[in-house]
């Protein structure tokens, strides 16, 4: 019975999501076109091989952060909607209503990255070392923009302030992660400000993955989980709270 509702609401919500394909497909889509647009430039730059690899992780990091917007949005419309509280007071467990929600966005943040790096290959034959460390580095940097686009859905008044905070936060983090610029041609201050960044980390992550470094890899999902767990608590506070105030 548990089962079966929790497989219920991944149809809702697998269903709410493809009635409106719009943003989703939109996070897909842009990411390749930039890397096709910007890796001639990065490859001129930085030899072949590192120049798609900059292009392909910078992109993927970049697109997948505001991805977070699909997440963000999922909870805001719950709030406008005013079916928050209805659903906070349905006959299921925490635990089945969050598989409900979580599952069908974690599937598109993880398939976004998927496409992204299958194009990569496909179009420029960037090379994976370790598919391992890959995988692994696409799943907790999918579960941390989860739990971030959450924590963001419960403190946006809008869909408006919901976008700003999501592009303008986008951005910044993956200017500071080296995903635009590599570090080392960072200015001064900003590469001393980058490891507070998750964009940095996701970069450090992918870039080890790419090159079969597990060291780096490792330490970058542990900054990755923690950033997660902390978005984590910061969303269960105010979804305790009747899922932040009430939009309007």
Do not use: C
Request: charge should be positive.
């Amino acid at each position: 019975m548990i089962a079966d509702r929790s497989v219920a609401l991944i149809r809702h919500n697998f269903a709410v999501m493809a009635a409106e394909p719009g943003p989703i497909v939109s996070r897909i889509v842009m990411p390749l076109v930039l890397i096709t647009l910007t890796r001639p430039l990065y490859a001129a730059a930085f030899g072949s091989a590192a120049g798609s690899a900059q292009a392909v992780s910078g992109m993927l990091v970049m697109f997948s952060l505001m991805a977070m917007s699909v997440v963000g949005l999922s909870i805001l419309t719950e709030r406008l909607w005013h079916t928050a509280d209805r659903l906070r007071a349905a006959p299921i467990s925490p635990l089945e209503m969050f598989a409900g929600k979580a599952t069908p966005i974690l599937a598109v943040l993880v398939t976004q990255q998927i496409v992204v790096l299958a194009y990569g290959r496909v179009a420029f034959g960037l090379r994976y070392t370790s598919p391992v460390l890959l995988g692994g580095t696409v799943l907790i940097w999918g579960v941390m923009l989860l739990a971030v686009g959450t924590a963001v859905g419960t403190m946006a008044r809008s869909g408006g302030a919901l976008s700003a905070m999501v592009d303008i936060g986008s951005l910044s983090i993956t200017g500071l992660g080296g995903a635009f610029v590599p570090l080392a041609l960072l200015p001064g201050w900003a590469r001393a400000l980058a490891p507070a960044s998750p964009g940095y980390w996701a970069m450090r992550a992918m870039n080890g993955a790419l090159t079969g470094a597990a060291g780096p890899t490792l330490q970058a999902w542990l900054v990755i989980a923690a950033v997660a767990v902390l978005a984590t608590l910061i969303a269960g506070v105010r979804l305790r709270h009747g899922w932040g105030r009430q939009a309007v």
